[in-house]
Each structure stands twice: as C-alpha cells, then as structure tokens.
C-alpha cells in the first residue's frame, strides 16, 4: 500500500536590485497608498519655507560684496591720499633743495660752524633730525632687543604655566600706554636717574686715564666722546632708553608668535641626541626662528623711527649734531612736531612736510619688510599663550 504525503511548495524569490526594488515599491505603493505619497512629496521643511519665504538674495549679496571691496578699498585710498597730500605740499622745499636736503649743510661764514636749521634765514636741511632718529634708535634696538628675546624665550620654553598667562598679559600691557605717559614718566624719574646715577659711571669709564690710552684711537673715549659733554639728563641717551622701553613689548610678543611656531618635533629632536635646554633652544629654537626674530626687530625699528611725544620730551630738541649720547638733538618726529605749528613761512611748513613725507615712506617700507619677514615664519599660525 502506498502512502502519498503532500509536501509543500518552496520558491525562491529572485533578488532585486536596489533600483528595481525602489521602482517596485513605489509602482506597488502607489496604488494602494495614492495620496500618501503625493503628502510625502509636497511636505516642505521650516528650514526650506524659511529660505523661500525670503526670496532671490542675489541682490544682497551683491550688495554685500561690494561694500566689503569698498571697506578694503578705503585703505588704499586713504594711504594715497596722504602720500599725495605730503608730495603736493613738500613740492616747495623739493624744488629748492632737492635730494641734498637729507644730507648737505652750509657753513657759517663768521664761526665757521656747520648751519644746518636756521628757520630765521631759511637755512633747511634734514642732516640733524635723521641723524638724531638713527642714533636714538639704535641705542633703543641695543637695549631692547636682548630684552625682548629673553623673555620671549622664557615665556615659550621655561615659564610655569601658571605664570605664563598673565606675564604675557604685562608684557602686551606695555605696548597699550599712551606716549604722553611713557613722557611724563621719563621726566619725571627716568632723566633724574640718568643724570644722577647712571651717566656719572659713564663719564668715569669713558674719561679714565687708563681707558683713554688703550681706546682713545677710536674717538669714542674721553671728553669728545660717546659720554662727553654736559650731563643734563634730558638728550639722545634717555630718548633712546625710553624708545627701548616702549618697542619692549613689540619685539617680545612677535619673537613669543614665531618661536611658538617652531615645530615641537624640533625640540624633541634635539633633547633626544642629547641636547641640553640649552643648546635646544639655541639650536633647534632660535636657528629655526631667526628669520621671524629679525623681523619682529625690524618691525619694532619702525615703532621707534616714529614715535613722537615721548622723544620730543627727553630729546633736548636742539637742531645740532654731537658725537656724545649726552648731548641734545633732534629727531624726524619731534621736529615736526615742536614746529610745525609754529611755521611762520610757506617754505619752512614745506620743509617740515618733506621730513613727515620721508619718515612716511621709510616707516611703510620698513613695516612692510618686516611683516614679510615674520610671515615667512609663521604663516600666519597664531600664537599660543598656555
């Protein structure tokens, strides 16, 4: 006797590609589900209803671009505009003078004695006032300078971090007082401390007997020399202290940026071959930042080739070229302004205009070279204070 079972039917569905499956599916849920789907297509975000209910921007945008290129703009013309003006009123002295206004003198006839400003006879030339710039500031890059990369290096590669932030914070802080200020204070208690403490030790160096026999060759010793002269105080010495005091925070939070730049694995590197802290930071730190150093010392000669008031304070400001440091002088700034608005004739004001256009032209020339400089460090990485 045979005994049928009945087994059931096993199929296998084909599998379907993705497309034929969203093909399928919406083919199949479209008839059963008709209006469902026309909902899900029509539905509209808040975020989409938002940027539609506001219409075409285009124009705002156009706007908005060209009020930006108008902004960025203005710098230019602002920069031209007071290029031409100074050209246009320093024609007057151009055309007298010329080019050796920035380094011829007279003589005076009767005390054979160099005459280099004599606004009375119209004597104008602008030997004294670069020559009282050039030395207040190289005194004030031989101060600073020293200073500024010791603390930068002790700010990025020794100071606690506890005490980083807020001796960074002191630092910038110098950089933030008002001249008039940094003036009032070197009368007050920078001059009094030269003339009665520091340039006394000077003058005994440099006027030693035994000094001026070994170095007198030189010039730069005994009575005629770098501390000759009538100890006033006020002169090219307390200009140049002062100027080393304000360009201070300068050079030290540029050389900070570009040695924070300096890539870790530099130092690693050189701790690894057995450096001492050291010759790390002379090695790996200082020779990969030098660039960036010169010029945030660049940058902060041309903070000092400006600087006016505080200059015009201590500087003595007497038109006369001395070898002493303890001497009075001039500087470009100070010049300007002791005696612009004191200029009677038209040929004095465009004297004095001609000096404002140099100093103009020398300090955008010496910004620029270097912002270039510590660009090429950097590029652009910001500093990083903890």
């Given at each position: 006797?045979?005994?049928?079972v009945?087994?059931?039917?096993?199929?296998?569905?084909k599998?379907e590609?993705?497309?034929?499956?969203?093909l399928?599916?919406?083919?199949?849920?479209?008839?059963?589900?008709?209006?469902?789907?026309?909902s899900a297509?029509?539905?509209?975000?808040?975020?989409?209803?938002?940027?539609?209910?506001?219409?075409n921007?285009a124009?705002?945008?156009?706007?908005f671009?060209?009020?930006m290129?108008?902004?960025?703009?203005?710098?230019?013309?602002?920069?031209?505009l007071?290029a031409f003006?100074?050209?246009?009123?320093?024609?007057l002295?151009?055309?007298?003078?010329?080019?050796?206004?920035?380094?011829?003198?007279?003589?005076?006839?009767?005390?054979h004695?160099p005459?280099?400003?004599?606004?009375?006879?119209?004597?104008?030339y602008?030997?004294?006032?670069?020559?009282?710039?050039?030395?207040?500031?190289?005194?004030a890059l031989?101060?600073a300078?020293?200073?500024?990369?010791?603390?930068?290096v002790?700010?990025?590669?020794?100071c606690?971090?506890?005490?980083?932030?807020?001796l960074?914070?002191?630092?910038?802080?110098?950089?933030?007082?008002?001249s008039?200020?940094?003036?009032?204070w070197?009368?007050?208690?920078?001059?009094p401390?030269?003339?009665e403490h520091?340039?006394?030790?000077?003058?005994q160096?440099?006027?030693?007997?035994?000094t001026?026999?070994?170095?007198?060759?030189?010039?730069l010793?005994g009575?005629d020399?770098?501390?000759?002269?009538?100890?006033?105080?006020?002169?090219l010495?307390?200009?140049?202290v002062?100027?080393a005091?304000?360009?201070?925070?300068?050079?030290?939070s540029?050389?900070?940026?570009?040695?924070?730049?300096?890539?870790h694995?530099?130092r690693?590197?050189?701790?690894?071959?057995?450096s001492?802290?050291?010759?790390?930071?002379?090695?790996?730190?200082?020779?990969?930042?030098?660039?960036?150093i010169?010029?945030?010392?660049?940058?902060?000669?041309?903070?000092?080739?400006?600087?006016?008031?505080?200059?015009?304070?201590v500087i003595?400001?007497?038109?006369?070229?001395?070898r002493?440091?303890?001497?009075?002088?001039?500087?470009?700034?100070?010049?300007?302004?002791?005696e612009?608005?004191?200029a009677?004739?038209?040929?004095?004001?465009s004297?004095?205009i001609?000096?404002?256009?140099?100093?103009?032209?020398?300090?955008?020339?010496?910004?620029?070279?270097?912002?270039?400089?510590?660009?090429a460090?950097t590029?652009?990485?910001?500093?990083?204070?903890?």
């Amino acid at each position: 006797m045979k005994v049928t079972v009945p087994l059931a039917e096993i199929r296998l569905r084909k599998p379907e590609t993705p497309s034929e499956s969203g093909l399928g599916t919406t083919s199949a849920n479209s008839g059963a589900n008709g209006t469902g789907a026309a909902s899900a297509v029509g539905h509209v975000s808040d975020v989409r209803r938002f940027l539609l209910s506001r219409g075409n921007s285009a124009i705002a945008d156009r706007a908005f671009s060209g009020v930006m290129l108008a902004c960025a703009a203005s710098i230019f013309a602002i920069v031209a505009l007071i290029a031409f003006e100074l050209i246009q009123q320093s024609q007057l002295s151009w055309h007298k003078f010329g080019l050796p206004f920035f380094y011829k003198f007279n003589i005076d006839p009767e005390t054979h004695l160099p005459l280099l400003w004599d606004p009375v006879n119209g004597t104008f030339y602008a030997l004294p006032f670069l020559y009282g710039t050039l030395v207040t500031s190289f005194v004030a890059l031989l101060i600073a300078v020293p200073l500024a990369i010791g603390v930068a290096v002790f700010l990025t590669e020794m100071c606690p971090r506890f005490l980083r932030g807020p001796l960074s914070f002191l630092t910038e802080l110098l950089a933030a007082i008002p001249s008039v200020v940094y003036g009032l204070w070197a009368i007050f208690v920078l001059v009094p401390l030269l003339r009665e403490h520091v340039n006394p030790f000077f003058i005994q160096v440099f006027s030693a007997p035994m000094t001026v026999r070994l170095f007198g060759w030189t010039g730069l010793v005994g009575d005629d020399g770098l501390f000759g002269g009538v100890n006033l105080g006020l002169g090219l010495l307390a200009a140049g202290v002062i100027l080393a005091i304000m360009i201070l925070p300068i050079i030290a939070s540029l050389t900070r940026e570009v040695m924070t730049a300096v890539p870790h694995s530099q130092r690693e590197a050189a701790l690894a071959l057995g450096s001492t802290r050291w010759e790390m930071i002379r090695i790996a730190v200082l020779r990969n930042a030098r660039i960036g150093i010169v010029g945030s010392i660049i940058l902060g000669l041309g903070r000092a080739l400006g600087e006016t008031m505080a200059v015009a304070m201590v500087i003595g400001n007497s038109a006369e070229i001395h070898r002493s440091l303890l001497s009075t002088g001039h500087s470009m700034a100070s010049v300007i302004a002791n005696e612009f608005s004191e200029a009677t004739s038209d040929m004095h004001r465009s004297a004095l205009i001609e000096i404002g256009l140099a100093l103009f032209l020398v300090t955008i020339l010496v910004n620029g070279l270097a912002r270039l400089l510590v660009w090429a460090v950097t590029r652009g990485t910001p500093a990083r204070v903890n």
